[in-house]
């Protein structure tokens, strides 16, 4: 019997991996594709295009040529998820351009004036250059301060009983009133202030007490807005669990509903000081201004920062480049005093989270 040998099969060819031949798109596919869009605005550039027509031109070659690459490799659909993305990140980048525009402007006019003098002296006497911020900066916090005293406890009370106990009518009015002051002008609530305080204290009252309460006035919507909505997060099995173990329902309040919710209430806090760090109408009714440190919010005008660079803006003097360079330190200052809120509400969010092993 005699056997015929077959050929052995011949080892299997190493095909290179591009990420194409399974379907996928490379890593390097979209960074490539957005450089060589660059590359198109740049050569339309140089070749004598307007800025703005190379600028349209780049992104309207990454919107066309990477969901159309991505079509011819991957299908339909994820050629769509691509575009999508696509359409989402050039929106996000035209919202951000102009915040990063305007903290560039900001710190590039600002940061040659914001020296030790501008942070520890005020402008007692001063009238070319020198002087410094330090009675604004000591006004702006201190009314800030006291607003934020007078807001927080009133805003989250106010959240609690209409997510906790309010119904019926009363939750509705409140409700109601809480919509229509969001939208209150700045400048009605100094009024209001003002027309308070004149009332005891007769028309030429200027203090920094009536400008945190009319900040207040500003400040206790929002509080009561961004609790409430943190408020309805929190789960209702958490409040049956301790429901379920006797604990009161104030207690539960307390001990869990507040405490789950407060790294949010912290951002909303943050943001709703945001709000009215920045208000110059109000503290120009009632708070006024003043030359000198004034660290007493019942006696005596205050200056603030907002006011403080309104004046050095619009009235800079006999020599205007140096008020004008006070205004843009002291905006600097206030942003400056804006991010550090920010990073604190941010760490104190980190601290009050609910840790989870997932």
Same mark, same amino acid.
């Given at each position: 019997m005699t056997t015929t040998a077959t050929p052995t099969d011949s080892p299997p060819q190493p095909v290179l991996d591009t990420g194409m031949t399974r379907g996928i798109l490379p890593r390097w596919a979209v960074p490539a594709v957005v450089a060589g869009a660059v590359a198109v605005g740049l050569v339309a550039w140089l070749a004598g295009v307007a800025v703005p027509m190379a600028v349209v031109c780049a992104v309207l070659l990454i919107v066309l040529a990477l969901p159309l690459l991505s079509w011819r490799v991957e299908g339909a659909r994820r050629a769509k998820d691509r575009f999508v993305t696509v359409v989402v990140s050039i929106?996000?980048?035209?919202?951000i351009l102009p915040l990063l525009s305007l903290l560039f402007t900001v710190a590039s006019n600002g940061i040659g004036r914001l020296d030790g003098e501008f942070l520890t002296s005020d402008m007692r006497g001063v009238l070319g250059p020198g002087g410094g911020a330090l009675h604004a900066i000591v006004g702006t916090l201190l009314i800030t301060g006291a607003a934020t005293v007078i807001s927080v406890p009133i805003g989250v009370m106010c959240a609690v009983y209409l997510v906790e106990y309010g119904k019926g009518r009363l939750a509705r009015s409140v409700t109601l009133l809480v919509d229509v002051m969001t939208g209150i002008p700045s400048i009605v609530a100094g009024l209001f202030a003002f027309a308070l305080f004149a009332i005891f204290?007769?028309?030429?009252?200027?203090?920094?007490?009536?400008?945190?309460?009319?900040?207040?006035?500003?400040?206790?919507?929002?509080?009561?807005?961004?609790?409430?909505?943190?408020?309805?997060?929190?789960?209702?099995?958490?409040?049956?669990?301790?429901?379920?173990?006797?604990?009161?329902?104030?207690?539960?309040?307390?001990? %869990?509903?507040?405490? &789950? =919710?407060?790294?949010? *209430?912290?951002? $909303?806090? @943050?943001?709703?000081?945001?709000? %009215?760090?920045?208000? &110059? =109408?109000?503290?120009? *009714?009632?708070? $006024?201004? @003043?030359?000198?440190?004034?660290?007493?919010?019942?006696?005596g005008r205050m200056s603030s920062l907002p006011i403080f660079t309104y004046y050095s803006y619009s009235i800079p003097g006999a020599q205007p480049e140096f008020g004008v360079d006070r205004a843009w330190a002291a905006a600097l200052t206030l942003f400056i005093i804006v991010m550090g809120l920010n990073l604190i509400a941010r760490a104190i969010s980190h601290y009050f989270t609910i840790k989870t092993n997932r």
């Open positions: 929106a996000f980048s035209l919202a204290f007769g028309p030429s009252i200027r203090f920094g007490i009536g400008g945190a309460v009319a900040l207040s006035v500003l400040m206790i919507p929002v509080v009561v807005r961004s609790v409430e909505e943190m408020l309805k997060l929190v789960p209702n099995e958490l409040r049956e669990a301790s429901y379920a173990l006797g604990v009161p329902k104030w207690r539960t309040v307390i001990k %869990v509903v507040l405490r &789950t =919710a407060a790294a949010g *209430i912290a951002t $909303g806090v @943050t943001i709703a000081i945001a709000r %009215v760090i920045g208000e &110059t =109408a109000p503290l120009l *009714i009632i708070a $006024g201004s @003043t030359t000198r440190v004034n660290s007493d919010l019942f006696d």
